[in-house]
């Protein structure tokens, strides 16, 4: 099999132009970024107002596995095969943050014959939203310092300080650092830290604002600190969320560009599932469904993190209609759930595969909780037995149906494209989070619908900051879990359907300006590290200005 930027470079793609036309972008709303990338002006949203919105599909997947589960390449290959059998589909994706490219994921834009091309710009730098997101965050930052040594009026008090400097890498030693060393021309000496781009509130903003207006309006709500005499200190009173705004004029336009196969599909802003609520931005996906009759949206890591978060927050918040969710499975992942190494699962092992169903079977039951049809995708490697195959679909009694995306583009999905059109319904999706419900509440009900434990604890931290969110009047907020992708549980060890045991809280985080409270889980950092030997040793270029080792 050739590799995914041999298969990239061969592509033959239509000028952006031609893709936008397609789906009735016209040249006003168009900035292009070369032949095969372009911004959409989100002016173009108020000449769609009374369009009927398409169909949303989310695509999600069971827990993850070291062995990858292929959930980018089975969202682009439905998107496409739909438009093989005559329907209007465009597909919206989140855009690859360098911490994981350069890490552990490699690239992040599908693989095989379904791709979202051109794979080496979409994956380094791109249109530069995340470098955006960078700025205006740790513009916030340098203001909150500068202020502090210049009079400091606001009073900020520098040990009550919850606003972290930001950066688009993983790097480890970055999460807890002091500032300000080197005498009083450097400002104050305080405790400080960093958390990745795609954990910034801004990126969360980014991804949840309708337009310029409730982009700035949000921004103006972050609290950034706490005053001497206990008030909150917000952008707002620094005075600069228009200058945040302005970082971000380009940022807030989705991105459009195209599939192998030349599907239109945009990808537009990042924020991760784990620590952040993972899915692209509301302008992107709202576009996308007043332009094709069906749209895939894919929601990051499994059900209990992305597609909760969209179905509890995300959709509620855009208002969107969910009308079909599709799970994907490998058979890779269920044989390691059933208990087997990494090094083992190119081996057939068909009973370890049906003991790992369990953890497909809680996450389908979890989901048609939102009271929307569910299907399930099985992704299948060349290293699946015929044995093994059969036996899944033997086992899975939920509608189902195998992909060959990877391998056929298109073409190979379009037994999955079929079963999501027999599944579609309208008007039944319903969060299963309610708005007026306490934090407290809510965790609660996550925990035990979703998460499948016996009881939530809170660490002494946690309870303490549950007080000032109480004191403050944030404590009615929706609630965003971060936690590890490794398990449904709060614990990477406990793979499989972890049931019956305690899961802990240790802290919450507010961001007040993206509307959601972050209540931190287990041990997840919100600034990944590299690995031993990460992503970035095989990345090169070579003599003529071509990228290697991406996939």
């Given amino acids: 099999m050739k590799s995914d930027i041999d298969i990239a470079r061969k592509a033959n793609l239509k000028n952006i132009e031609e893709i936008a036309k397609q789906i009735g972008i016209s040249d006003e709303f168009l900035e292009p970024f070369g032949k095969y990338i372009a911004k959409v002006d989100t002016k173009i949203l108020k000449t769609l107002e009374n369009k009927k919105d398409g169909k949303l599909i989310l695509v999600t997947a069971m827990t993850p596995t070291p062995a990858g589960e292929g959930k980018t390449t089975t969202s682009i290959g439905l998107s496409m095969a739909l438009n093989k059998i005559g329907k209007k589909s465009i597909v919206t994706l989140r855009e690859p943050s360098l911490g994981p490219v350069f890490g552990i994921k490699g690239g992040a834009a599908g693989g095989g014959y379904s791709q979202v091309l051109p794979m080496e710009n979409i994956n380094l730098?791109?249109?530069?939203?995340?470098?955006?997101?960078s700025a205006a965050h740790n513009l916030l930052s340098a203001v909150i310092d500068a202020h502090i040594k210049f009079g400091n009026e606001l009073g900020i008090d520098p040990a009550k300080i919850y606003w972290k400097r930001t950066m688009d890498m993983n790097d480890r030693a970055l999460r807890q650092i002091v500032v300000g060393l080197g005498g009083s021309a450097n400002g104050y000496p305080r405790e400080d830290g960093f958390i990745i781009t795609a954990a910034s509130e801004i990126m969360a903003i980014l991804c949840l604002a309708k337009d310029i207006t409730d982009l700035k309006e949000r921004i103006s709500n972050i609290v950034v600190a706490q005053s001497y005499d206990k008030k909150l200190i917000k952008v707002k009173d620094l005075k600069i969320q228009g200058a945040m705004a302005a970082l971000l004029r380009d940022a807030i336009k989705p991105n459009l560009v195209q599939t192998i196969e030349n599907t239109p599909a945009f990808i537009h802003g990042g924020p991760f599932a784990n620590i952040a609520h993972g899915t692209n931005s509301i302008i992107a996906t709202k576009m996308a469904l007043k332009l094709a009759d069906y749209v895939v949206t894919e929601a990051g890591f499994a059900a209990d993190l992305g597609a909760e978060k969209f179905l509890d927050f995300v959709a509620p918040t855009a208002g969107y209609d969910v009308n079909v969710v599709v799970i994907v499975a490998t058979i890779k992942a269920l044989k390691y759930h059933g208990g087997l190494k990494k090094n083992e699962l190119d081996k057939e092992n068909v009973e370890a595969m049906?003991?790992?169903?369990?953890?497909?079977?809680?996450?389908?039951?979890?989901?048609k909780k939102y009271n929307v049809?569910?299907?399930?995708?099985?992704n299948v490697f060349n290293t699946d037995t015929q044995k093994e195959l059969e036996?899944?679909?033997k086992h899975c009694e939920t509608p189902h149906a195998l992909v060959y995306a990877f391998e056929k583009g298109g073409e190979g999905a379009i037994d999955l494209a079929n079963l999501v059109l027999e599944n579609i319904v309208e008007n039944q999706y319903t969060p299963l989070i309610k708005n007026d419900m306490s934090l407290e509440e809510k965790i609660k009900i996550l925990a035990k619908e979703i998460y499948r434990a016996r009881d939530v604890i809170y660490t002494d931290t946690a309870k303490s900051k549950l007080r000032f969110l109480k004191k403050h009047g944030y404590d009615t907020?929706?609630?965003?879990?971060?936690?590890?992708?490794?398990?449904?549980?709060d614990d990477p060890k406990k793979i499989n359907a972890p049931k019956d045991y305690d899961f802990t809280i240790r802290n919450f985080e507010l961001s007040a300006g993206a509307g959601f409270v972050v209540a931190l889980a287990g041990d997840i950092m919100r600034m990944p590290g590299l690995s031993k030997i990460p992503n970035a040793v095989n990345i090169d270029i070579?003599?003529?200005?071509?990228?290697?080792?991406?996939?």
């Fill in 477 to 489: 907020l929706p609630v965003i879990i971060a936690k590890t992708q490794s398990s449904i549980s």
């Fill in 125 to 133: 730098h791109f249109t530069g939203d995340i470098h955006a997101v």
């Fill in 354 to 367: 049906i003991k790992g169903l369990e953890n497909l079977k809680t996450h389908i039951e979890n989901l």
């Fill in 373 to 378: 049809p569910v299907v399930v995708t099985l």
């Fill in 542 to 551: 070579d003599e003529d200005g071509n990228i290697v080792g991406l996939s």
């Fill in 391 to 393: 036996e899944f679909s």
